[in-house]
């Protein structure tokens, strides 16, 4: 059996290649193959399919072998529908119940995801994507609702893999992502404790996520 150490930083190996697409949804993984390409062995490999299928980045079928687990339109939909769900009773939640602790984060994050512009052509997309799940996840971690929080995140897990797909599409910078000033309308409307315009905000926000994402599929 590998290492814990191992076998974590093959199973990130991996989900950065599905992410960044060098590992294609719907294409078969074949140990043998990942085996001779990350140079490890076949043991870490497994385990570390077996982690990436916990997290829906690989699905296994019976007596036939592991895939990167496929994306849909359909499923793009079903995950949006479940997050939008999740997340307005969490942002309800948080402005209810969130702290003077919980509006500095608030307030850090967003300073931080403002440092940087994903249209610009020297970005580091990884380190938006980053910052901009840090900082909707510091809104939402006001709410007290771990159980509820841990549902969030598992979801934004696999909405992950639909905006990397459309990221590596966009490579010309004039075509990406532009928040106009949502996420600060956002952050003001959290701060001033107004639930309705910020779910208003939250929902609009994801909704063109999903409206730029769905073509590239």
């Not at 982690?51 to 079903?78: I, M, R």
């Not at 840090?134 to 709410?143: E, K, Q, T, V, Y």
Request: negative net charge; aromatic residues 8%; charged residues 25%.
């Amino acid at each position: 059996m590998s290492s814990p150490t191992q076998t974590n930083k093959i199973m990130e190996v991996i989900r950065q290649d599905i992410l960044l697409g060098k590992l294609t949804p719907g294409q078969k993984l074949v140990v043998a193959d990942l085996k001779e390409h990350y140079q490890v062995g076949a043991s870490p490999i497994r385990e570390a399919l077996v982690q990436l299928s916990w997290k829906k980045y690989v699905k296994f079928a019976p007596q036939k072998g592991c895939w990167v687990a496929p994306v849909s339109v359909e499923e793009l939909t079903d995950l949006f529908n479940a997050h939008q769900l999740i997340s307005h009773e969490l942002l309800r939640k948080a402005i209810v119940q969130g702290d003077e602790a919980w509006e500095l984060n608030i307030l850090t994050s967003y300073h931080k995801l403002s440092r940087l512009n994903p249209t610009s052509d020297d970005v580091d997309l990884s380190e938006w994507e980053q910052r901009h799940g840090d900082f909707h996840i510091a809104i939402l971690s006001g709410s007290n609702s771990p159980v509820l929080l841990d549902l969030y995140l598992d979801i934004y897990e696999q909405l992950k893999r639909y905006r990397h797909i459309w990221l590596s599409k966009l490579r010309d910078s004039d075509s990406r992502y532009n928040d106009d000033g949502e996420h600060e309308a956002l952050m003001k409307a959290v701060l001033d404790r107004d639930i309705e315009l910020a779910q208003t905000i939250l929902n609009n926000h994801s909704k063109n996520a999903v409206s730029s994402v769905s073509p590239y599929l």
